[in-house]
Protein backbone atom coordinates (compact mmCIF):
# COMPACT_ATOMS: atom_id res chain seq x y z
CA UNK A 1 0.00 0.00 0.00
CA UNK A 2 0.94 3.54 -0.60
CA UNK A 3 3.00 5.28 1.79
CA UNK A 4 0.55 8.63 2.53
CA UNK A 5 -3.34 9.47 1.85
CA UNK A 6 -2.38 11.11 -1.24
CA UNK A 7 -0.39 8.75 -3.09
CA UNK A 8 -3.21 6.33 -2.24
CA UNK A 9 -5.79 8.94 -3.71
CA UNK A 10 -3.42 8.93 -6.54
CA UNK A 11 -3.69 5.12 -7.01
CA UNK A 12 -7.31 4.51 -6.91
CA UNK A 13 -7.70 7.44 -9.40
CA UNK A 14 -5.11 5.47 -11.82
CA UNK A 15 -6.21 2.23 -11.17
CA UNK A 16 -10.26 2.94 -10.98
CA UNK A 17 -11.10 6.26 -12.42
CA UNK A 18 -14.90 5.79 -13.29
CA UNK A 19 -15.64 4.02 -9.90
CA UNK A 20 -17.28 6.00 -7.29
CA UNK A 21 -16.16 7.41 -4.23
CA UNK A 22 -19.18 9.44 -3.04
CA UNK A 23 -22.59 9.68 -3.17
CA UNK A 24 -24.00 13.40 -1.75
CA UNK A 25 -27.35 15.01 -2.41
CA UNK A 26 -27.62 17.95 -4.53
CA UNK A 27 -30.06 21.18 -3.82
CA UNK A 28 -33.40 18.91 -4.84
CA UNK A 29 -31.42 16.34 -2.12
CA UNK A 30 -31.12 13.60 -5.46
CA UNK A 31 -28.06 11.55 -4.62
CA UNK A 32 -24.65 12.50 -7.33
CA UNK A 33 -21.82 10.91 -7.54
CA UNK A 34 -18.18 11.52 -7.31
CA UNK A 35 -15.50 9.19 -8.95
CA UNK A 36 -12.12 8.67 -7.55
CA UNK A 37 -10.46 10.52 -10.65
CA UNK A 38 -13.37 13.32 -9.90
CA UNK A 39 -12.16 13.38 -6.56
CA UNK A 40 -8.13 12.94 -7.32
CA UNK A 41 -8.51 16.14 -9.61
CA UNK A 42 -10.76 18.12 -7.25
CA UNK A 43 -8.12 17.76 -4.55
CA UNK A 44 -5.35 19.01 -6.78
CA UNK A 45 -7.18 21.83 -7.91
CA UNK A 46 -8.36 23.07 -4.17
CA UNK A 47 -4.49 22.46 -3.38
CA UNK A 48 -3.30 24.90 -6.18
CA UNK A 49 -5.72 27.16 -5.05
CA UNK A 50 -4.56 26.48 -1.33
CA UNK A 51 -0.85 27.18 -2.40
CA UNK A 52 -1.91 30.58 -4.73
CA UNK A 53 -3.11 31.60 -1.23
CA UNK A 54 0.19 31.00 0.67
CA UNK A 55 -0.37 27.92 1.99
CA UNK A 56 2.78 25.94 3.20
CA UNK A 57 4.25 23.09 3.84
CA UNK A 58 3.80 21.84 7.47
CA UNK A 59 1.01 24.44 8.60
CA UNK A 60 -2.02 23.97 10.43
CA UNK A 61 -5.13 24.98 8.66
CA UNK A 62 -8.69 25.16 10.53
CA UNK A 63 -11.10 23.11 9.38
CA UNK A 64 -14.50 23.58 10.79
CA UNK A 65 -17.63 21.78 9.19
CA UNK A 66 -20.03 18.85 9.41
CA UNK A 67 -19.74 15.55 6.84
CA UNK A 68 -20.46 16.72 3.49
CA UNK A 69 -19.00 15.79 -0.04
CA UNK A 70 -16.36 19.05 0.32
CA UNK A 71 -15.12 17.53 3.49
CA UNK A 72 -13.05 15.00 2.07
CA UNK A 73 -11.32 17.02 -0.74
CA UNK A 74 -10.30 20.44 1.50
CA UNK A 75 -8.70 17.35 4.02
CA UNK A 76 -7.57 15.83 0.97
CA UNK A 77 -6.11 19.19 -0.48
CA UNK A 78 -4.35 19.91 2.96
CA UNK A 79 -2.54 16.50 2.75
CA UNK A 80 -1.34 17.01 -0.74
CA UNK A 81 0.55 19.82 0.41
CA UNK A 82 1.93 18.76 3.28
CA UNK A 83 -0.24 20.69 5.74
CA UNK A 84 -2.02 19.45 9.05
CA UNK A 85 -5.80 20.06 9.38
CA UNK A 86 -7.57 20.95 12.42
CA UNK A 87 -10.73 19.98 12.39
CA UNK A 88 -13.58 20.61 14.25
CA UNK A 89 -17.72 20.44 14.01
CA UNK A 90 -20.10 23.00 13.83
CA UNK A 91 -21.97 22.48 17.58
CA UNK A 92 -18.76 23.64 18.93
CA UNK A 93 -18.77 26.79 20.78
CA UNK A 94 -17.30 29.96 20.13
CA UNK A 95 -14.93 29.24 23.06
CA UNK A 96 -13.48 26.05 21.86
CA UNK A 97 -13.20 27.24 18.34
CA UNK A 98 -11.10 29.91 19.31
CA UNK A 99 -8.96 28.04 21.69
CA UNK A 100 -8.32 24.86 19.44
CA UNK A 101 -7.30 27.66 16.13
CA UNK A 102 -5.41 29.62 18.80
CA UNK A 103 -3.67 26.66 20.40
CA UNK A 104 -2.33 25.10 16.71
CA UNK A 105 -1.48 28.91 15.87
CA UNK A 106 -3.53 28.27 12.45
CA UNK A 107 -3.00 31.57 10.17
CA UNK A 108 -5.70 30.11 7.33
CA UNK A 109 -9.24 28.56 8.57
CA UNK A 110 -11.80 26.60 6.14
CA UNK A 111 -15.63 27.20 7.55
CA UNK A 112 -18.61 25.18 6.58
CA UNK A 113 -20.77 28.31 6.78
CA UNK A 114 -22.11 32.10 7.94
CA UNK A 115 -22.76 30.79 11.62
CA UNK A 116 -18.73 29.32 11.74
CA UNK A 117 -17.73 32.72 10.53
CA UNK A 118 -19.70 34.40 13.52
CA UNK A 119 -18.04 32.40 15.87
CA UNK A 120 -14.92 32.77 15.08
CA UNK A 121 -15.45 36.62 14.41
CA UNK A 122 -17.02 37.24 17.96
CA UNK A 123 -13.14 35.77 19.42
CA UNK A 124 -10.98 37.45 16.35
CA UNK A 125 -9.25 39.76 18.84
CA UNK A 126 -7.80 36.45 20.55
CA UNK A 127 -6.48 34.97 17.26
CA UNK A 128 -3.44 36.78 16.86
CA UNK A 129 -2.41 34.41 13.82
CA UNK A 130 -5.45 34.04 12.25
CA UNK A 131 -5.39 35.58 8.90
CA UNK A 132 -7.83 33.87 6.13
CA UNK A 133 -10.98 32.61 6.01
CA UNK A 134 -12.54 30.14 3.16
CA UNK A 135 -16.06 29.70 3.52
CA UNK A 136 -17.35 26.18 2.21
CA UNK A 137 -21.40 27.18 2.45
CA UNK A 138 -22.02 27.53 -1.79
CA UNK A 139 -25.45 29.79 -0.45
CA UNK A 140 -22.76 32.22 1.50
CA UNK A 141 -22.23 35.37 -0.23
CA UNK A 142 -19.60 37.40 0.58
CA UNK A 143 -20.88 41.04 1.56
CA UNK A 144 -17.37 42.34 2.31
CA UNK A 145 -14.05 40.95 1.26
CA UNK A 146 -12.71 41.55 4.72
CA UNK A 147 -14.33 41.19 7.68
CA UNK A 148 -13.22 41.52 11.13
CA UNK A 149 -9.61 41.91 9.69
CA UNK A 150 -9.56 38.68 7.89
CA UNK A 151 -9.46 37.85 4.44
CA UNK A 152 -12.99 36.06 3.66
CA UNK A 153 -12.98 33.50 0.57
CA UNK A 154 -15.58 30.92 -0.70
CA UNK A 155 -14.59 27.12 -1.85
CA UNK A 156 -15.71 28.31 -5.27
CA UNK A 157 -13.09 30.67 -4.99
CA UNK A 158 -10.24 28.55 -3.97
CA UNK A 159 -11.08 26.12 -7.06
CA UNK A 160 -11.27 28.59 -9.60
CA UNK A 161 -8.12 29.70 -8.43
CA UNK A 162 -7.15 26.31 -9.08
CA UNK A 163 -8.53 25.51 -12.27
CA UNK A 164 -6.48 25.13 -15.60
CA UNK A 165 -3.50 24.17 -12.77
CA UNK A 166 -1.59 21.26 -14.63
CA UNK A 167 -0.60 20.38 -11.12
CA UNK A 168 3.04 20.07 -11.00
CA UNK A 169 3.86 21.79 -8.25
CA UNK A 170 1.45 20.29 -6.24
CA UNK A 171 2.13 16.61 -7.51
CA UNK A 172 5.87 17.24 -6.74
CA UNK A 173 4.42 18.45 -2.92
CA UNK A 174 2.54 14.91 -2.89
CA UNK A 175 5.64 13.67 -3.72
CA UNK A 176 7.75 14.64 -0.86
CA UNK A 177 5.16 12.92 1.59
CA UNK A 178 6.44 11.01 3.92
CA UNK A 179 4.61 8.13 6.26
CA UNK A 180 5.54 9.75 9.64
CA UNK A 181 4.51 13.19 8.34
CA UNK A 182 1.77 14.74 10.97
CA UNK A 183 -1.57 14.75 8.52
CA UNK A 184 -4.24 16.32 11.20
CA UNK A 185 -4.27 17.48 14.68
CA UNK A 186 -7.37 15.92 16.55
CA UNK A 187 -9.09 17.77 19.31
CA UNK A 188 -10.45 15.09 22.21
CA UNK A 189 -13.75 15.96 22.45
CA UNK A 190 -13.40 17.12 25.87
CA UNK A 191 -15.42 14.51 27.86
CA UNK A 192 -12.66 15.19 30.56
CA UNK A 193 -12.34 18.50 30.51
CA UNK A 194 -9.92 20.81 28.06
CA UNK A 195 -9.22 19.67 25.05
CA UNK A 196 -6.05 17.64 23.98
CA UNK A 197 -4.31 17.96 20.36
CA UNK A 198 -3.73 14.43 18.83
CA UNK A 199 -1.00 14.20 16.37
CA UNK A 200 -1.82 11.86 13.89
CA UNK A 201 0.13 11.03 11.01
CA UNK A 202 -0.38 9.14 7.53
CA UNK A 203 1.01 5.97 8.52
CA UNK A 204 -1.46 6.09 12.04
CA UNK A 205 -4.56 5.43 9.53
CA UNK A 206 -3.14 3.70 6.61
CA UNK A 207 -2.54 0.83 9.25
CA UNK A 208 -5.84 0.48 9.86
CA UNK A 209 -6.63 0.73 5.73
CA UNK A 210 -4.31 -2.04 4.88
CA UNK A 211 -5.00 -4.71 7.29
CA UNK A 212 -8.52 -4.27 7.70
CA UNK A 213 -9.53 -6.46 5.11
CA UNK A 214 -8.46 -9.72 7.46
CA UNK A 215 -11.48 -8.77 9.47
CA UNK A 216 -13.85 -7.34 7.10
CA UNK A 217 -15.08 -8.60 3.63
CA UNK A 218 -15.27 -4.66 2.04
CA UNK A 219 -14.13 -4.00 -1.71
CA UNK A 220 -15.73 -2.56 -4.74
CA UNK A 221 -19.28 -1.55 -5.27
CA UNK A 222 -19.63 -1.89 -1.92
CA UNK A 223 -21.17 1.37 -0.15
CA UNK A 224 -20.48 3.09 3.75
CA UNK A 225 -23.89 5.37 4.83
CA UNK A 226 -21.67 8.56 6.63
CA UNK A 227 -23.71 9.70 10.05
CA UNK A 228 -21.06 10.40 12.00
CA UNK A 229 -19.21 13.34 13.09
CA UNK A 230 -16.12 13.33 10.20
CA UNK A 231 -13.75 15.50 12.27
CA UNK A 232 -13.51 12.36 14.68
CA UNK A 233 -10.99 9.94 14.35
CA UNK A 234 -13.63 7.20 13.63
CA UNK A 235 -15.68 8.28 11.13
CA UNK A 236 -12.42 9.71 9.71
CA UNK A 237 -10.47 6.65 9.19
CA UNK A 238 -14.02 5.10 7.71
CA UNK A 239 -13.59 7.62 4.84
CA UNK A 240 -9.91 6.31 4.23
CA UNK A 241 -10.91 2.62 4.21
CA UNK A 242 -13.52 3.44 1.82
CA UNK A 243 -10.73 5.03 -0.07
CA UNK A 244 -8.45 2.32 -0.02
CA UNK A 245 -11.14 -0.71 -0.34
CA UNK A 246 -12.29 1.06 -3.28
CA UNK A 247 -15.70 1.28 -2.08
CA UNK A 248 -18.25 4.46 -1.55
CA UNK A 249 -18.94 6.84 1.07
CA UNK A 250 -22.68 7.95 1.00
CA UNK A 251 -23.48 11.16 3.10
CA UNK A 252 -26.62 11.05 5.30
CA UNK A 253 -27.42 12.43 9.04
CA UNK A 254 -28.13 10.18 12.43
CA UNK A 255 -31.78 11.26 12.52
CA UNK A 256 -34.50 9.05 12.04
CA UNK A 257 -36.41 9.60 9.43
CA UNK A 258 -33.68 11.21 7.16
CA UNK A 259 -30.86 7.88 8.02
CA UNK A 260 -34.14 5.09 6.66
CA UNK A 261 -35.36 7.19 3.86
CA UNK A 262 -31.68 7.45 2.90
CA UNK A 263 -31.14 3.92 3.17
CA UNK A 264 -33.89 3.25 1.22
CA UNK A 265 -32.32 5.37 -1.28
CA UNK A 266 -28.81 4.43 -1.48
CA UNK A 267 -29.60 0.65 -0.53
CA UNK A 268 -25.76 0.70 1.81
CA UNK A 269 -23.82 -2.71 2.42
CA UNK A 270 -22.21 -1.17 5.89
CA UNK A 271 -22.41 1.40 8.33
CA UNK A 272 -19.56 2.85 11.01
CA UNK A 273 -21.67 4.14 14.06
CA UNK A 274 -21.68 5.15 17.52
CA UNK A 275 -24.06 2.36 20.09
CA UNK A 276 -26.34 5.90 20.81
CA UNK A 277 -27.48 5.30 16.84
CA UNK A 278 -27.82 1.39 16.86
CA UNK A 279 -29.83 1.81 20.08
CA UNK A 280 -32.32 4.35 19.10
CA UNK A 281 -33.13 1.73 16.00
CA UNK A 282 -33.74 -0.80 18.36
CA UNK A 283 -36.03 1.52 20.94
CA UNK A 284 -37.64 3.03 17.51
CA UNK A 285 -38.36 -0.88 16.80
CA UNK A 286 -39.70 -1.73 19.87
CA UNK A 287 -42.01 1.37 20.10
CA UNK A 288 -43.83 0.47 17.12
CA UNK A 289 -44.31 -2.91 18.11
CA UNK A 290 -45.36 -1.77 21.43
CA UNK A 291 -47.91 0.45 19.58
CA UNK A 292 -49.57 -2.31 17.38
CA UNK A 293 -50.01 -4.56 20.53
CA UNK A 294 -51.38 -7.35 19.85
CA UNK A 295 -50.58 -10.59 17.81
CA UNK A 296 -48.26 -8.35 16.29
CA UNK A 297 -46.19 -7.93 19.18
CA UNK A 298 -46.77 -11.49 20.34
CA UNK A 299 -45.22 -12.74 17.31
CA UNK A 300 -42.35 -10.62 17.62
CA UNK A 301 -41.04 -10.86 21.15
CA UNK A 302 -41.74 -14.25 20.13
CA UNK A 303 -39.24 -14.89 17.25
CA UNK A 304 -36.77 -12.50 19.13
CA UNK A 305 -36.46 -14.90 22.16
CA UNK A 306 -36.29 -17.66 19.31
CA UNK A 307 -33.59 -15.92 17.23
CA UNK A 308 -31.70 -15.07 20.42
CA UNK A 309 -31.58 -18.78 21.92
CA UNK A 310 -30.70 -20.07 18.12
CA UNK A 311 -27.86 -17.63 18.09
CA UNK A 312 -26.85 -18.68 21.30
CA UNK A 313 -27.06 -22.47 20.62
CA UNK A 314 -24.91 -21.57 17.11
CA UNK A 315 -22.37 -19.38 19.10
CA UNK A 316 -21.61 -22.67 21.38
CA UNK A 317 -21.70 -25.08 18.35
CA UNK A 318 -19.12 -22.68 17.03
CA UNK A 319 -16.92 -21.78 19.54
CA UNK A 320 -17.88 -17.93 19.43
CA UNK A 321 -18.52 -17.97 23.46
CA UNK A 322 -16.52 -14.99 25.08
CA UNK A 323 -14.75 -17.16 27.47
CA UNK A 324 -13.81 -15.51 30.65
CA UNK A 325 -13.46 -18.48 32.43
CA UNK A 326 -12.41 -21.76 30.99
CA UNK A 327 -14.98 -23.74 30.07
CA UNK A 328 -15.00 -27.36 27.80
CA UNK A 329 -15.43 -26.39 23.87
CA UNK A 330 -16.11 -30.28 23.11
CA UNK A 331 -19.38 -29.68 26.19
CA UNK A 332 -20.35 -26.45 24.23
CA UNK A 333 -21.08 -28.04 20.98
CA UNK A 334 -22.96 -31.06 23.13
CA UNK A 335 -25.10 -28.41 24.58
CA UNK A 336 -25.63 -26.49 21.67
CA UNK A 337 -25.79 -28.53 18.75
CA UNK A 338 -29.74 -30.07 19.24
CA UNK A 339 -31.33 -26.51 20.40
CA UNK A 340 -29.16 -26.23 17.04
CA UNK A 341 -31.18 -27.63 14.93
CA UNK A 342 -34.72 -28.02 16.43
CA UNK A 343 -34.56 -24.23 16.27
CA UNK A 344 -32.89 -24.07 13.21
CA UNK A 345 -36.66 -23.95 11.34
CA UNK A 346 -38.64 -21.39 13.46
CA UNK A 347 -35.45 -18.59 13.32
CA UNK A 348 -36.12 -18.95 9.59
CA UNK A 349 -39.40 -18.42 9.68
CA UNK A 350 -39.10 -15.80 12.09
CA UNK A 351 -36.56 -14.07 9.29
CA UNK A 352 -39.45 -14.27 6.67
CA UNK A 353 -42.41 -12.93 8.96
CA UNK A 354 -40.58 -10.83 11.05
CA UNK A 355 -37.06 -9.49 10.89
CA UNK A 356 -36.94 -9.62 6.95
CA UNK A 357 -39.26 -5.93 6.80
CA UNK A 358 -36.11 -4.41 9.43
CA UNK A 359 -34.14 -5.55 6.88
CA UNK A 360 -36.19 -4.30 4.03
CA UNK A 361 -35.96 -0.84 5.72
CA UNK A 362 -32.13 -0.76 6.13
CA UNK A 363 -32.21 -1.00 2.11
CA UNK A 364 -32.11 -4.73 1.72
CA UNK A 365 -28.45 -4.95 0.86
CA UNK A 366 -27.21 -4.35 4.36
CA UNK A 367 -24.40 -6.85 4.93
CA UNK A 368 -22.95 -5.18 8.64
CA UNK A 369 -22.71 -2.38 10.69
CA UNK A 370 -19.30 -1.65 12.78
CA UNK A 371 -19.85 0.16 16.14
CA UNK A 372 -17.52 2.13 17.74
CA UNK A 373 -16.59 5.41 20.03
CA UNK A 374 -18.49 3.59 23.34
CA UNK A 375 -19.44 0.28 24.51
CA UNK A 376 -21.98 -1.54 22.67
CA UNK A 377 -25.39 -2.30 25.19
CA UNK A 378 -25.87 -6.35 25.83
CA UNK A 379 -29.48 -5.61 25.24
CA UNK A 380 -28.83 -3.98 21.76
CA UNK A 381 -26.75 -6.68 20.62
CA UNK A 382 -28.53 -9.28 21.49
CA UNK A 383 -31.45 -8.04 19.43
CA UNK A 384 -29.48 -7.11 16.45
CA UNK A 385 -28.31 -10.62 16.77
CA UNK A 386 -31.66 -11.95 17.01
CA UNK A 387 -32.86 -10.21 13.95
CA UNK A 388 -30.08 -11.98 11.75
CA UNK A 389 -28.47 -8.41 11.80
CA UNK A 390 -24.69 -8.24 12.18
CA UNK A 391 -23.27 -6.07 14.19
CA UNK A 392 -19.31 -5.99 14.82
CA UNK A 393 -17.94 -3.87 17.82
CA UNK A 394 -14.64 -2.45 17.97
CA UNK A 395 -12.72 -0.24 19.90
CA UNK A 396 -10.43 2.50 20.12
CA UNK A 397 -9.68 5.94 20.99
CA UNK A 398 -8.50 8.74 19.31
CA UNK A 399 -5.49 8.66 20.14
CA UNK A 400 -4.63 5.53 18.18
CA UNK A 401 -6.62 6.65 14.86
CA UNK A 402 -8.82 5.19 16.37
CA UNK A 403 -9.00 1.29 15.81
CA UNK A 404 -7.58 -1.44 18.68
CA UNK A 405 -9.48 -3.85 17.91
CA UNK A 406 -12.82 -5.12 16.09
CA UNK A 407 -14.79 -8.43 16.46
CA UNK A 408 -14.04 -9.99 12.72
CA UNK A 409 -16.76 -11.07 10.39
CA UNK A 410 -15.73 -14.74 10.47
CA UNK A 411 -15.60 -14.69 14.12
CA UNK A 412 -17.36 -12.39 16.47
CA UNK A 413 -17.93 -13.03 19.75
CA UNK A 414 -20.52 -11.44 21.21
CA UNK A 415 -20.04 -9.59 24.20
CA UNK A 416 -16.32 -8.77 23.15
CA UNK A 417 -14.47 -6.04 20.96
CA UNK A 418 -12.99 -8.75 19.10
CA UNK A 419 -9.30 -9.38 18.99
CA UNK A 420 -6.02 -6.90 19.04
CA UNK A 421 -5.86 -5.41 15.69
CA UNK A 422 -3.47 -7.06 13.24
CA UNK A 423 0.26 -5.90 14.21
CA UNK A 424 -1.08 -4.75 17.63
CA UNK A 425 -0.22 -5.20 21.03
CA UNK A 426 -2.87 -5.55 23.94
CA UNK A 427 -2.25 -5.73 27.84
CA UNK A 428 -4.45 -5.69 30.38
CA UNK A 429 -2.14 -4.10 33.97
CA UNK A 430 -3.34 -4.50 37.32
CA UNK A 431 -2.71 -2.33 40.37
CA UNK A 432 0.78 -3.57 40.74
CA UNK A 433 1.82 -2.67 37.65
CA UNK A 434 1.94 -6.41 36.30
CA UNK A 435 -0.39 -8.13 33.14
CA UNK A 436 -3.21 -9.72 34.50
CA UNK A 437 -4.76 -13.30 33.24
CA UNK A 438 -7.54 -13.67 31.11
CA UNK A 439 -11.04 -13.18 33.40
CA UNK A 440 -9.41 -10.48 35.55
CA UNK A 441 -9.90 -7.03 35.41
CA UNK A 442 -7.59 -4.14 34.84
CA UNK A 443 -5.89 -0.96 32.77
CA UNK A 444 -5.94 -1.64 29.12
CA UNK A 445 -2.72 -0.59 27.44
CA UNK A 446 -2.00 -0.36 23.61
CA UNK A 447 0.71 -0.50 21.11
CA UNK A 448 1.13 -0.43 17.67
CA UNK A 449 1.88 1.56 14.48
CA UNK A 450 -1.36 3.47 14.86
CA UNK A 451 -0.07 4.91 18.15
CA UNK A 452 -0.35 8.81 17.71
CA UNK A 453 2.86 10.87 17.33
CA UNK A 454 1.86 12.50 20.56
CA UNK A 455 -0.09 15.76 22.29
CA UNK A 456 0.84 18.76 20.12
CA UNK A 457 2.78 21.12 22.08
CA UNK A 458 2.61 19.11 25.29
CA UNK A 459 5.55 16.87 25.60
CA UNK A 460 4.91 16.20 29.59
CA UNK A 461 0.93 15.42 28.66
CA UNK A 462 2.15 12.76 26.00
CA UNK A 463 4.86 11.26 29.02
CA UNK A 464 2.27 10.47 30.88
CA UNK A 465 0.55 8.69 28.17
CA UNK A 466 2.82 6.53 26.88
CA UNK A 467 5.78 4.77 28.74
CA UNK A 468 9.15 4.47 27.64
CA UNK A 469 8.36 1.19 25.72
CA UNK A 470 5.67 2.65 23.35
CA UNK A 471 2.74 1.56 25.23
CA UNK A 472 -0.25 4.05 25.26
CA UNK A 473 -2.48 3.77 29.08
CA UNK A 474 -6.10 4.13 27.05
CA UNK A 475 -7.34 4.85 30.73
CA UNK A 476 -10.27 2.01 29.88
CA UNK A 477 -10.74 -1.12 32.50
CA UNK A 478 -10.98 -4.26 30.61
CA UNK A 479 -10.66 -7.85 30.73
CA UNK A 480 -9.60 -10.71 28.05
CA UNK A 481 -11.05 -13.88 27.50
CA UNK A 482 -9.12 -17.23 27.11
CA UNK A 483 -9.02 -16.87 23.09
CA UNK A 484 -7.90 -13.34 23.10
CA UNK A 485 -11.28 -11.09 22.68
CA UNK A 486 -11.17 -8.22 24.86
CA UNK A 487 -14.05 -7.06 26.94
CA UNK A 488 -14.42 -2.87 28.28
CA UNK A 489 -15.90 -2.92 31.28
CA UNK A 490 -15.61 0.97 32.11
CA UNK A 491 -13.35 3.96 32.54
CA UNK A 492 -10.36 3.65 35.24
CA UNK A 493 -11.46 7.28 35.84
CA UNK A 494 -15.37 6.74 36.20
CA UNK A 495 -15.01 4.69 39.00
CA UNK A 496 -16.88 5.13 41.71
CA UNK A 497 -15.29 4.92 45.48
CA UNK A 498 -17.84 4.71 48.38
CA UNK A 499 -17.19 5.71 51.99
CA UNK A 500 -16.99 1.57 52.50
CA UNK A 501 -13.74 1.67 50.00
CA UNK A 502 -15.68 -0.50 47.90
CA UNK A 503 -14.61 0.60 43.70
CA UNK A 504 -17.59 0.23 41.15
CA UNK A 505 -17.54 0.86 37.56
CA UNK A 506 -20.33 2.92 36.92
CA UNK A 507 -21.00 1.83 32.95
CA UNK A 508 -21.63 -1.72 34.10
CA UNK A 509 -24.95 -0.73 36.38
CA UNK A 510 -25.95 1.99 33.27
CA UNK A 511 -25.91 -0.35 30.72
CA UNK A 512 -27.84 -3.06 32.25
CA UNK A 513 -30.66 -0.42 33.71
CA UNK A 514 -30.85 0.31 29.60
CA UNK A 515 -32.19 -3.16 29.38
CA UNK A 516 -35.49 -1.89 30.69
CA UNK A 517 -37.80 -0.66 28.01
CA UNK A 518 -38.53 2.15 30.32
CA UNK A 519 -35.28 3.58 30.79
CA UNK A 520 -33.67 5.46 28.23
CA UNK A 521 -30.57 6.74 29.97
CA UNK A 522 -28.95 6.35 33.28
CA UNK A 523 -26.15 7.82 35.28
CA UNK A 524 -24.74 6.37 38.35
CA UNK A 525 -23.54 8.26 40.80
CA UNK A 526 -22.15 8.11 44.83
CA UNK A 527 -18.59 9.02 44.44
CA UNK A 528 -17.59 9.66 48.29
CA UNK A 529 -21.16 8.34 49.89
CA UNK A 530 -22.51 4.96 51.49
CA UNK A 531 -24.12 4.21 48.74
CA UNK A 532 -25.11 4.23 44.81
CA UNK A 533 -27.77 7.01 43.43
CA UNK A 534 -28.72 7.51 39.40
CA UNK A 535 -29.88 10.06 37.18
CA UNK A 536 -32.67 8.54 35.34
CA UNK A 537 -34.32 9.26 31.65
CA UNK A 538 -37.32 7.46 30.98
CA UNK A 539 -38.60 6.46 27.35
CA UNK A 540 -41.09 8.73 27.28
CA UNK A 541 -43.12 6.64 24.75
CA UNK A 542 -43.42 3.38 26.28
CA UNK A 543 -44.04 4.59 29.49
CA UNK A 544 -47.43 6.09 28.06
CA UNK A 545 -47.98 3.23 26.18
CA UNK A 546 -47.42 1.06 30.09
CA UNK A 547 -49.93 4.13 31.39
CA UNK A 548 -52.68 3.81 29.14
CA UNK A 549 -52.87 -0.46 29.95
CA UNK A 550 -52.57 0.48 33.84
CA UNK A 551 -55.11 3.68 33.19
CA UNK A 552 -52.96 6.40 34.90
CA UNK A 553 -54.65 8.85 34.80
CA UNK A 554 -52.56 12.20 34.03
CA UNK A 555 -52.99 15.51 31.86
CA UNK A 556 -49.42 15.91 30.73
CA UNK A 557 -46.18 14.35 30.15
CA UNK A 558 -44.65 16.30 33.22
CA UNK A 559 -47.51 15.11 35.57
CA UNK A 560 -47.11 11.14 34.48
CA UNK A 561 -43.26 11.80 35.07
CA UNK A 562 -43.64 12.99 38.52
CA UNK A 563 -46.44 10.37 39.63
CA UNK A 564 -45.80 8.16 42.14
CA UNK A 565 -47.24 5.26 39.37
CA UNK A 566 -44.00 5.69 37.18
CA UNK A 567 -41.83 5.92 40.14
CA UNK A 568 -43.02 2.60 41.52
CA UNK A 569 -42.70 1.10 37.82
CA UNK A 570 -38.98 2.28 37.71
CA UNK A 571 -38.04 1.49 40.97
CA UNK A 572 -39.34 -2.06 40.51
CA UNK A 573 -37.57 -1.78 36.73
CA UNK A 574 -33.90 -0.97 38.71
CA UNK A 575 -34.68 -3.73 41.55
CA UNK A 576 -35.42 -6.74 39.25
CA UNK A 577 -32.22 -5.41 36.96
CA UNK A 578 -29.80 -4.27 39.62
CA UNK A 579 -30.17 -7.66 41.54
CA UNK A 580 -27.73 -10.94 42.88
CA UNK A 581 -29.46 -12.95 40.27
CA UNK A 582 -27.93 -10.60 38.37
CA UNK A 583 -24.50 -10.73 39.52
CA UNK A 584 -24.39 -7.52 41.04
CA UNK A 585 -23.14 -6.96 44.82
CA UNK A 586 -25.42 -5.25 47.09
CA UNK A 587 -23.39 -2.57 47.16
CA UNK A 588 -23.95 -1.81 43.74
CA UNK A 589 -27.48 -1.51 44.18
CA UNK A 590 -29.19 2.03 43.27
CA UNK A 591 -30.49 3.12 46.66
CA UNK A 592 -32.23 6.22 45.32
CA UNK A 593 -33.08 7.61 41.84
CA UNK A 594 -34.39 10.36 40.31
CA UNK A 595 -35.95 11.34 36.76
CA UNK A 596 -34.73 13.90 35.00
CA UNK A 597 -37.52 15.51 32.54
CA UNK A 598 -35.56 17.06 30.10
CA UNK A 599 -33.33 14.58 27.51
CA UNK A 600 -29.71 15.28 27.51
CA UNK A 601 -28.31 17.56 24.70
CA UNK A 602 -25.20 17.50 22.23
CA UNK A 603 -22.80 19.78 23.17
CA UNK A 604 -23.90 20.01 26.92
CA UNK A 605 -23.99 16.80 28.51
CA UNK A 606 -23.27 14.68 25.70
CA UNK A 607 -20.16 15.22 23.32
CA UNK A 608 -20.67 15.37 19.88
CA UNK A 609 -19.97 11.21 19.97
CA UNK A 610 -23.09 10.76 22.37
CA UNK A 611 -20.56 10.36 24.81
CA UNK A 612 -21.62 10.82 28.71
CA UNK A 613 -19.46 14.17 29.66
CA UNK A 614 -19.27 12.83 33.57
CA UNK A 615 -17.61 16.22 34.94
CA UNK A 616 -20.15 18.29 32.97
CA UNK A 617 -23.23 15.74 34.59
CA UNK A 618 -21.93 16.42 38.10
CA UNK A 619 -22.06 20.40 37.80
CA UNK A 620 -25.43 20.63 35.81
CA UNK A 621 -27.35 18.72 38.18
CA UNK A 622 -25.59 18.97 41.21
CA UNK A 623 -28.66 20.07 43.43
CA UNK A 624 -30.47 17.09 42.02
CA UNK A 625 -27.52 14.46 43.55
CA UNK A 626 -27.23 16.15 46.67
CA UNK A 627 -30.68 16.02 47.47
CA UNK A 628 -30.43 11.78 46.29
CA UNK A 629 -27.78 11.41 48.96
CA UNK A 630 -30.23 14.14 51.78
CA UNK A 631 -32.94 11.69 51.35
CA UNK A 632 -30.82 8.39 51.48
CA UNK A 633 -29.44 9.61 55.40
Known amino acids: MESTIPLLLREMAGGWPSESIQFYKDEKDVFQSVSFEELYTLARQFASGLKKLGMKRGENVGLISENRQQWLVVDLAIQCLGGVDVPRGCDSTADEISYILGFSECRLA ?44 TYADILKNGSGDDFSIVDAEINKGAPDDVMTIIYTSGTTGEPRGVMLTHRNFLHQVQH ?89 LFFVSVGGAWNLSIQMVKGQMARFKKRSRLLDFVIGIIPAILLWPLNILGGILVFGKIKAKLGGQFVAGISGGGSLPTHVDKFFQSAGILLLEGYGLTESAP ?79 YDGDYKIVGRAKDT ?49 IWASENHVIYTDDEELLNSPEVYSLITEEISSLISATNGFKIYERIAKFVILSKPFEQGRELSAKQEIKRHVINELYAKEIKSLFDRSK
Open 110 to 153: ILENQSQLEKVISRVKTLKTLRKIVIIDPDYEAKNKTVGGLEIF
Open 212 to 300: VSSLIRVGLGDRWLSVLPVWHSFERVMQYIALGSKSAICYSKPLGPILLKDMQLIKPTWMASVPRIWESMRDGIYRKVNSDGGIKKALF
Open 403 to 481: VLSLRSFDRPVSGTIGKAFPVTELKIIGEDDKELKPGKIGVLHARGPQIMKGYYRRDDLTAQAIDKDGFLNTGDLAKVT
Open 496 to 544: IVLLGGENVAPALIEERLKCSPYISLAIVVGQDRHVLGALIQVDPENVK
